[in-house]
T-cell receptor, first 113, second 115 residues
Framework: DQQVKQNSPSLSVQEGRISILNCDYT??????FLWYKKYPAEGPTFLIS?????DKNEDGRFTVFLNKSAKHLSLHIVPSQPGDSAVYFC????????????FGGGTRLMVKP | DVKVTQSSRYLVKRTGEKVFLECVQD?????MFWYRQDPGLGLRLIYF???????EKGDIPEGYSVSREKKERFSLILESASTNQTSMYLC??????????????FGAGSRLTVL
């Protein structure tokens, strides 16, 4: 039973356009949500996080939106660049689960020049 | 910069062999983790450790064991490798925080193939 789901295994976007990656979760006790980016043959690297008490967090070209009532979060990348092509994982954690991260299955983003 | 180093990037082993995957971090982090990454399944937690000689089972511990004799080193052991353990193995570390996001720093991964 996957508590964190990324329903789109892949996404293709033109350079300069917006990329929107989506993530759904089932556990209402999660209190932090994170996005990681992974290039081939490298480990995942932390991108951005958001607390459950907020609905938006922005860092440069990356913005994460959280809709608690829908148990949904999304990562927006504007403008998308070819170097953003990678696999993106969303993850969630809750104090009631020892702050362990639960990861989604990942979405492969391809940004075409 | 926190560095998490995994000693072997690529390994090929035979069914039944014992496999050691080593991980070292250089930032004095208390927490260390072993995940495996499989297509469509994301990252699944095998074991974690929050202190020397302490270990806790994650979501998929069967067929694995771990060792943490020193704070900076966390080893994953496959006692008798099987073909369904062919995967990418990722080590990570983090420091203990009372509140806030648990940001993990990952190593580059070890791709294990079991024939």
């Amino acid at each position: 039973d996957q508590q964190v789901k990324q329903n789109s295994p892949s996404l293709s976007v033109q350079e300069g356009r917006i990329s929107i990656l989506n993530c759904d979760y089932t556990n209402s006790m999660f209190d932090y949500f994170l996005w990681y980016k992974k290039y081939p043959a490298e480990g995942p690297t932390f991108l951005i996080s958001i607390s459950s008490i907020k609905d938006k967090n922005e860092d440069g070209r990356f913005t994460v939106f959280l809709n608690k009532s829908a148990k949904h979060l999304s990562l927006h990348i504007v403008p998308s660049q070819p170097g953003d092509s990678a696999v993106y994982f969303c993850a969630a954690s809750g104090l009631n689960a020892g702050n362990m991260l639960t990861f989604g299955g990942g979405t492969r983003l391809m940004v075409k020049p | 910069d926190v560095k998490v180093t995994q000693s072997s990037r690529y390994l090929v082993k035979r069914t039944g062999e014992k496999v050691f995957l080593e991980c070292v971090q250089d930032m004095d982090h208390e927490n260390m983790f072993w995940y495996r990454q499989d297509p469509g399944l994301g990252l699944r937690l095998i074991y974690f450790s929050y202190d020397v000689k302490m270990k806790e089972k994650g979501d998929i511990p069967e067929g694995y064991s771990v060792s943490r004799e020193k704070k900076e080193r966390f080893s994953l052991i496959l006692e008798s490798a099987s073909t369904n353990q062919t995967s990418m193995y990722l080590c990570a570390s983090s420091f203990i925080r009372g509140t806030g996001a648990n940001v993990l720093t990952f190593g580059a991964g070890s791709r294990l193939t079991v024939l």
